[in-house]
């Protein structure tokens, strides 16, 4: 389950440091060849909106081994791709086939985790997420100086070594009814799914805000504005298996508020500190801020929601990601006009919005 967790960042951002490479092989530029990452990231929040309680329907384990098929046929269809839009419709399904793995290996994480270690769990299963999202760049650059197709052949090798693997089977409760798509979107879990917008879309999501505030008040290139912005997964990285312990210790809920409390003085700071050195230590602190916001909404959707856990994941990580998408949109504009207020915006959503919501959920 854990290896899952790593599988689904990585073949998403997998493709971010190949882009020239890709644009030369399909004869498109670098600027379009964005789109690889498009393509997959779409078609995986928006399914991923009902793809957990589709597969509590059919049942955990044939989903996700499923699921793992379709991810190893996709990254084939990746290599062997003769045009850009073929390339492109394989990394739709790459999207669609990661959409119905990372909620229902969430819900059978929980399910099989000790309560009072399912703050432990979670962490270790962010670790892996936070490991995939950090290492898809250097090593698809890395595979991209022979053959950027390598990549997805070791991709294709590992999905399909994980679904001869499989996950554990979900117990079928006697005379229990079919889980529905209701059931999902109850109040409290979209209000969940809120405050892992906020989280996401207001911490780890301003990578962008950062990298422009890098170029236009310190002039840093791009080799070390990179660099500076690896900071975060790293810390994500290292945190997280302590974060789940303090979840399982202090409780998800005081987790999450402090988390976002924490985001507001880093988000605060980003905005304000006069020095590059500042702004690479406030930013990696932001890996931590993230993970206890995020660790902390995990274990509080799974613990409220045991009718149709996958299906509340679904949800929350839905929204999540669509909360994400949405940050470039709204704070990019905002920037252009008062480059403060940029920062002052997120910082202003994580004090009032994730208490708010969190409270109520």
Request: hydrophobic fraction near 55%; include cysteine; charged fraction near 10%.
């Amino acid at each position: 389950m854990y290896a899952g967790a790593f599988l689904g960042p990585f073949g998403g951002g997998v493709t971010v440091a190949m882009l020239p490479e890709l644009g030369t092989s399909f004869a498109v530029s670098a600027e379009a060849a964005t789109g690889s990452l498009t393509a997959y990231l779409l078609p995986f929040a928006a399914v991923m909106l009902v793809s957990g309680t589709l597969g509590e329907r059919w049942g955990r384990r044939r989903t996700v081994v499923g699921a793992y098929l379709l991810y190893a046929v996709a990254s084939v269809a990746c290599v062997l791709a003769t045009t850009f839009s073929l390339f492109l419709v394989a990394r739709a399904a790459q999207g669609i086939a990661n959409a119905f793995t990372t909620p229902l290996l969430l819900a059978a994480l929980g399910a099989a985790a000790p309560p009072e270690r399912l703050g432990r769990a979670l962490g270790w299963f962010g670790s892996l997420q936070a490991a995939g999202q950090t290492s898809a760049p250097l090593v698809g650059g890395l595979t991209a100086e022979l053959d950027w197709r390598y990549a997805f052949i070791g991709v294709a090798a590992v999905a399909v070594l994980l679904a001869a693997v499989g996950i554990p089977a979900s117990p079928a409760a006697a005379g229990a009814a079919r889980p529905s798509l209701r059931s999902a979107f109850r109040p409290a879990v979209l209000r969940l799914g809120v405050v892992a917008a906020v989280g996401w879309g207001c911490l780890s999501g301003l990578g962008f805000l950062v990298a422009l505030r890098l170029e236009d008040a310190f002039g840093v290139g791009a080799g070390p504005r990179g660099l500076v912005l690896t900071g975060l997964g790293v810390a994500g990285l290292l945190s997280a298996r302590l974060v789940g312990g303090g979840v399982d210790r202090m409780g998800p809920r005081r987790c999450v508020l402090l988390g976002a409390l924490l985001g507001v003085g880093l988000v605060l700071g980003l905005g304000f500190a006069p020095v590059v050195g500042l702004v690479a230590v406030l930013w990696a602190v932001g890996g931590v801020a993230t993970q206890l916001v995020l660790v902390g909404v995990n274990a509080l959707t799974l613990s409220s929601s045991e009718a149709n856990r996958g299906g509340a994941m679904s949800v929350v990580q839905a929204v999540r990601f669509g909360g994400g998408a949405l940050a470039p949109a709204v704070i990019t504009p905002v920037y252009v006009a008062d480059p403060l207020l940029a920062f002052l915006l997120p910082a202003a959503l994580l004090a009032l919005v994730v208490p708010a919501a969190v409270r109520r959920a």
